[in-house]
């Protein structure tokens, strides 16, 4: 059965292809058709499901979408379910790191604690669908470090490690990350509602 992922990042596609095992993946790039989903909602859980939703009934495929963040405590949260357009455009990583270290630039370290979060969604072209999260916790560091993985990776230690995620291999990353965490929750949901 294949399940298209509701996304056209190919370092996500990779990493999400290495957590569903056992499933023929495939990303929006098999269809050209379909454009981007309004990420309208308010929390993940909305955004992964509306992309979900929205995949399933025009490719009439199952689908998968995530949404994700880094949420930073002294922020309140943010920049939570606007991290891929925190500055302002969308999907600029680089913009977006600058940006949120010119906010915390003057926060003492003991105060930069965070977590990332994702909240995964299946949905079915029958319109069943389902969300899990998985959350990441750690501390924000000023001084980027890692040229692994992507957005806010270069500046997030997760609790327990002194590297940052950019500095992991991605098989290390992917045991420990909210969207492995979330992802790994989801895949005997995938397989029950496949088998239902």
């Not at 309140?76 to 600029?92: E, K, Y």
């Not at 926060?107 to 669908?129: H, N």
């Amino acid at each position: 059965m294949k399940i298209v992922l509701a996304t056209r990042n190919a370092g996500k596609i990779a990493e999400l292809r290495r957590i569903l095992t056992g499933f023929d993946i495939v990303g929006l790039e098999e269809f050209p058709s379909i454009g981007e989903v309004a990420e309208t909602g308010v929390t993940f859980e909305e955004n992964a499901l509306l992309k979900a939703r929205a995949v399933a009934e025009q490719s009439g495929l199952p689908a998968v979408a995530d949404d994700s963040g880094l949420c930073v405590d002294v922020l309140n949260g943010m920049p939570g379910v606007f991290s891929a357009r925190w500055s302002g455009r969308h999907g600029d990583d680089k913009a977006n790191l600058d940006l949120l270290l010119a906010q915390i630039s003057d926060v003492p370290a003991d105060k930069l604690t965070g977590y990332f979060a994702c909240a995964a969604a299946l949905a079915l072209p029958s319109g069943a669908s389902s969300v899990v999260e998985g959350v990441l916790n750690g501390r924000i560091i000023t001084t980027p470090r890692g040229t692994g993985g992507f957005g806010y990776d270069p500046v997030f230690v997760p609790e327990g490690e002194t590297r940052t995620t950019a500095e992991l291999s991605p098989e290390e990353k992917d045991a420990i990350s909210h969207r492995g965490r979330a992802f790994r929750a989801l895949a005997p949901l995938v397989r029950e509602m496949l088998a239902s």
